[in-house]
């Protein structure tokens, strides 16, 4: 079993988050979910955007989904950065044949 900490965090990431979870659960793999908090819903009720206890939710689980945060972004992910030793925002993308882009 997997454990996964799961941040909607605010605006679009809520609607993120239900898609990528349904997809979650369409695998033949189990997975414990642990919900929690971060972003500007977060900062105006416990008037921190990114709680220790998130980071510690973080910590003891397998992978993070994280949704989205709107005005407190930078506060989170930079937070996120120092406290996890992470240095990069890695977002694989390729091409398909015959779908049309932007620039071609």
Request: aromatic residues 6%; hydrophobic residues 40%; glycine residues 12%.
């Amino acid at each position: 079993m997997y454990k996964i900490a799961v941040i909607p965090g605010d605006g679009v990431g809520k609607e993120v988050m239900d898609a990528a979870l349904h997809i979650l659960g369409g695998l033949d793999l189990d997975f414990e979910y642990e919900f929690a908090e971060a972003g500007d819903e977060c900062a105006e009720k416990t008037g921190d955007p990114l709680p220790d206890e998130t980071l510690e939710i973080i910590k003891k689980s397998d992978a993070c989904l994280f949704g989205a945060a709107g005005e407190t972004a930078a506060d989170v992910i930079v937070k996120l950065r120092r406290e996890l030793d992470l240095f990069v925002n890695l977002r694989p993308v390729r091409s398909l044949p015959g779908v049309g882009g932007l620039y071609g």
